[in-house]
């Protein structure tokens, strides 16, 4: 490290553009650098659909939504479980962590 220190103090200009060309591979490198603001990420999330025609609002939310959520509603990973019931129709989002992967949500041991 003295080494460095003596030679740049006898060859001023040598230590100068030393530093010039550190800054400017740093500048080089800063607007080359590959960051994203909104990285196209799958968001883990499934979607369940059921139909029973002919059923009021409050049969398919008693009926299908609600037994269909406790269902899940035990799978590990879980972030979130929204609903509607509508008349005759049922849809559910179930959402999963993103730290969770693929392979320990399908159940698989591959």
């Known amino acids: 490290m003295h080494a460095l220190a003596k ?5 001023p200009v040598f230590a100068t553009m ?18 994203d603001r909104m990285p196209n990420v799958d968001a883990p999330m499934v979607m369940v ?3 029973n025609p002919g059923a009021s609002p409050e049969e398919v939310e008693t009926e299908i ?9 035990s799978i590990s990973g879980l972030d979130e479980i929204g609903s509607t019931s509508s008349e005759g129709m049922s849809l ?3 959402e999963f962590d993103i730290e ?11």
């Open 49 to 51: 659909t059921t139909i």
């Open 18 to 35: 030393l530093m010039l060309s550190f800054l400017v591979a740093g500048i080089f490198t800063y607007f080359s650098l590959g960051v």
């Open 65 to 73: 939504t609600k037994k269909i959520e406790d269902a899940v509603n």
């Open 7 to 11: 030679l740049c103090i006898k060859r």
């Open 92 to 94: 559910i989002r179930i």
């Open 100 to 110: 969770k992967s693929a392979l320990s949500r399908s159940g698989s041991t591959e």
